[in-house]
């Protein structure tokens, strides 16, 4: 996704830099009814500086073999790139490593997130200067973010997931508009997750 010129001034910093050139936007959807099922969607991205761009990456589970796939792909991801990124940016993010590591224990994939970023809640960084708590989708309005994609409620997305998950052929079922709907749900995510930080001081 090609960007527009980035001012520095406005963007989230840590001691004296701004955190988008060496951070990963992340965020998933999943599947919990109890406990964790599965991961449905990961979704990440980050900033390449060289093209003055986002890339975005992102795993879609289609049977219940994937619930393990995607969770092999998500280790993968976050060891290559936490060989040159520092931060991992979300919103309310606890909730999504809650699922992810319960999931990396239940199928013996050996990785500790924590060992490769070092986390940022837009969440909390809000709350720290605003003493409120507020939700992504009220976050978003304060910067005039207007997303593509229509608001799917997680109850909705796990349903399907579920379907996913019970039944092999579903995916092969489902209409193409409805998968674009749910990854263009997600990848809206992580941009806006972006977006947040390089004009953050701009707006908070």
């Known amino acids: 996704m ?15 830099n701004a955190i988008y050139k060496n951070s990963i936007f992340f965020d998933l959807e999943h599947y919990v009814y109890k406990k964790p099922i599965c991961v449905g969607v990961f979704g990440s991205c980050y900033y390449d500086e060289i093209t003055n761009s ?9 049977n219940k073999e994937d619930s393990k796939e995607i969770l092999k792909l998500a280790k993968k991801y976050f060891i290559n790139m936490g060989n040159s990124k520092k931060y991992i940016v979300t ?46 989708k009220a976050l978003e309005k304060e910067f005039n973010i207007d997303r593509e994609s229509e608001l799917i409620s997680g ?4 349903k399907t997931f579920g379907k996913i998950v019970k039944d092999r052929d579903y995916i092969n079922r489902m209409p193409n508009e409805k998968i674009e709907k749910i990854l263009l749900y997600n990848e809206q995510d992580v941009v806006s997750l972006f977006y947040m930080s390089v004009s953050w001081l701009k707006i908070i």
């Open 2 to 16: 090609k960007l527009d010129d980035i001012l520095d001034e406005y963007c989230l910093y840590d001691i004296n």
């Open 91 to 136: 919103f309310s993010g606890n909730n999504d490593f809650t699922v992810i590591n319960h999931l990396f224990k239940k199928y013996k994939i050996d990785i500790d997130i924590s060992d490769y970023f070092i986390h940022v809640d837009l969440q909390k960084e809000y709350e720290k200067i605003k003493k409120t708590s507020i939700g992504l």
């Open 54 to 62: 986002l890339n975005i990456t992102q795993y879609m589970i289609e």
């Open 155 to 158: 109850q909705n997305l796990a």
